[in-house]
Nanobody, 123 residues
């Protein structure tokens, strides 16, 4: 069974940094494109970033460009999301998900989801 587990969440102050991890079990991660998503209270889930199977291609939404970095270590079966210069509006439950289909955008094409990790930003 495909399983993804997010970790690394926690409270940071505005301007602070956090690195999230998404670790796979039950499958080899390098077969999959991986996306990071977030869902703020009262809002819809949104895609933040995604990374190709090899890690050579990445994609970000405009609101996190220059602050967040996605990377992967296929040998460790893990994808990371480095989040710098965090803002209070970045407070959300952060998820990772896997897809086999080419592309990045459509949430419905992601077939395996983690349970999420909370990452609040507050002073």
């Amino acid at each position: 069974q495909l399983q993804l587990v997010e970790s690394g969440g926690g409270l940071v102050q505005p301007g602070g940094s956090l690195r999230l991890s998404c670790t796979a079990s039950g499958f080899t991660l390098d077969y999959y494109i991986i996306g990071w998503f977030r869902q703020a209270p009262g809002k819809e889930r949104e895609r933040i970033s995604c990374i190709s199977r090899s890690g050579e291609s990445t994609n970000y939404v405009d609101s996190v460009k220059g602050r967040f970095t996605i990377s992967r270590d296929n040998a460790k079966n893990t994808v990371y999301l480095q989040m710098n210069s965090r803002k209070p509006e970045n407070t959300a439950l952060y998820y990772c998900a896997a897809r086999l289909l080419r592309g990045c955008s459509s949430l419905s094409d992601y077939h395996s989801w983690g349970q999420g990790t909370q990452a609040p930003v507050s002073s």
